[in-house]
């Protein structure tokens, strides 16, 4: 006995009428009901383990309950309930219709996917499970989403996308094997440029629109225009000051915003709200001038300077470099307080930027002025070493007053660091070379407390001398030396030696000691041109002056020549023996 007739007889204990014209009902001709054909029905009965479904035949058609579990539709059937089923075989011997829900469903959406895959459309569907790689998506079938196309951004939670509906683009379809890949990412991108392109066409500068506040920053508030966000920056909220935009803007908030610019290539859209009222920079230039001293509230204060409000939504800042004529930099929170109202020197006006340059220390007068007025050029001055750098050393030579003495003002003899001849919080003299009020310079040296020694040099030395120096340094054109501390000079290629030098680097070493002889003399620009050559010469004319003055008065030239004329022959005599005895 079949299923259904089990089914029948236990559940619904038909009458013997009644089960004869249900069985009569199975006999039909089944012309019309083809393998493969999907139909409609209504579903008549649930029993144990199907649904039986009249699909206006005589013969009624009965799909297992399991195949209404799979699907977007997981809640069990109801009788009255419509639905469509594929036909998979007939059975006119047991009176009834094997039907498919599952393999209908699969077909409508293979259907579906053939048709939004060629015409580049989206389809919805829901994420039910992660797999490997990627998800796995319910369209009527199961298909594929790679974990790249999950989102624009990379999923850092992957368990919050399970159970959630959402539309896709199909990437591959393949319908003999019933595979599709999709991709929730070009979904969003093309939604994405179609709200960009429809809020885009809409703006101009100046113009006013509306949006909703969608979030607020440290830096300015997002407004949503319709699908794309345009940035409300905190300086165009109010011409004040304000601390947080939560002071002016509630998330959700509906205002009215003016366009100040926008780059639709990057996505950017920058509004305004301050602008939506009069502009108090408007006349700034008649209100304010430069060398003006007014009076403003500070209202904040930061590393680099404090903001001297001299009027409401009119800002200057005074730098950090301007509060005090000190060279060392002071924190503006150790000098001034939120609140205290100050004196202050206008420096600069930019209407156009909407900046005003303030100066605290420009109210009182320069240090370095009085300085010049108590002492001139030439003075020796005593201070103590504040801080050293790679290029020179400073002085406090009065408390807020401190002076440069340049690395090559520290001594005659060349150093390469400060350090070397200086220390922090040593006491030191030193001449005031310069004062530069304008520019707010001290210069000051060390070396000139012991008088030029290049002057000394230029008494002591003239052309011609010979003297020992040192090479320190090599040069592609020859070589410096050291004549004697602190004075340098330096032999040319030509007269580095008789023979040929190309590169000094192969021929001579630092350190190496060697005597020359000064070919130039340059006082005015500091100058000492040397040369190893005729040094050499010099010496060798020398040793041969001294070798004359050593010999009788009767050896002449010629006598030395014939001395010479001997040697060579008593040379050559003993050539010609050794070779005779190697030939025997």
Known sequence: MSELTKNLSQKDQFSSEEYEQLLDQYQFSTKELTQGKIVKGRIVKITENQAIIDIGFKSEGIIPLEEFKNGLEPSPPTPGAEVEAMIIRTSTSEGYIYLSKKRADEEKALNHLEKVFHHNSWIEGKIV?????????????????????ADVRKVRYPEKLIGQT?????LRFDRKTSNAVLSRKLYLLDEKERRKARVFSQLEKGKKIKGKVKGLTSFGAFIDLGGVEGLLHISDMTWGRIRHPNEV???????????????????????????????PWSNIEAKYQVGQ????????????????????????????????????????????????????????????????????????????????????????????????????AFIEVEKGIEGLVHISDISWQKIKHPGEKLKVGQEVEA??????????????????LEGDIWEDFFNRHKIGDLVNVKIVRKANFGVFVEITPGIEGVVFLSELSDQRIDNPEEAFKIGEEKIAKIIKLNPQEKKISLSFRQAQQEIQK???????????????????????????????????????KEGQ
């Not at 790689?133 to 196309?149: C, E, K, Q």
């Not at 908030?253 to 301050?274: A, N, P, T």
């Open 129 to 149: 499970e992660k797999i490997k790689n990627g998800y796995r998506v319910d369209v009527g079938i199961a298909t594929f989403l790679p974990d790249s196309h």
């Open 431 to 448: 001449i005031i070379l310069n004062i530069d009020v304008e520019k707010q310079k001290l210069s000051l040296g060390i070396k000139q």
């Open 166 to 170: 959402f539309k896709f683009k199909i």
């Open 249 to 279: 803007l509630k998330v959700g908030e509906e205002i009215e915003v003016m366009v100040l610019d926008f780059d639709e290539r990057q996505e950017k859209i920058s509004l305004g709200l301050k602008q939506l009222v009069p502009d």
């Open 293 to 392: 001293k007014v009076k403003g509230k500070v209202v904040s204060l930061t590393d680099f300077g404090a903001f001297i409000e001299l009027e409401e939504g009119v800002e200057g800042l005074v730098h950090v470099s301007d509060l005090t004529w000190s060279r060392k930099t002071i924190h503006p929170k150790k000098i001034l307080s939120l609140g205290q109202e100050v004196t202050v020197s206008i420096l600069d006006i930019n209407p156009k930027d909407k900046r005003i340059s303030l100066g605290l220390k420009q109210t009182t007068p320069h240090p370095l002025e009085t300085l010049r007025q108590k002492l001139g050029t030439g003075s020796k001055i005593k201070g103590k070493i504040t801080s050293i750098t790679d290029f020179g």
């Open 542 to 580: 020398m040793e041969y002056q001294k070798y004359r003055q050593s010999q009788p008065d009767r050896l002449t030239f010629g006598d030395l020549i014939r001395e010479q004329l001997k040697n060579i022959n008593t040379s050559n005599t003993s050539k010609e023996k050794n070779k005779k």
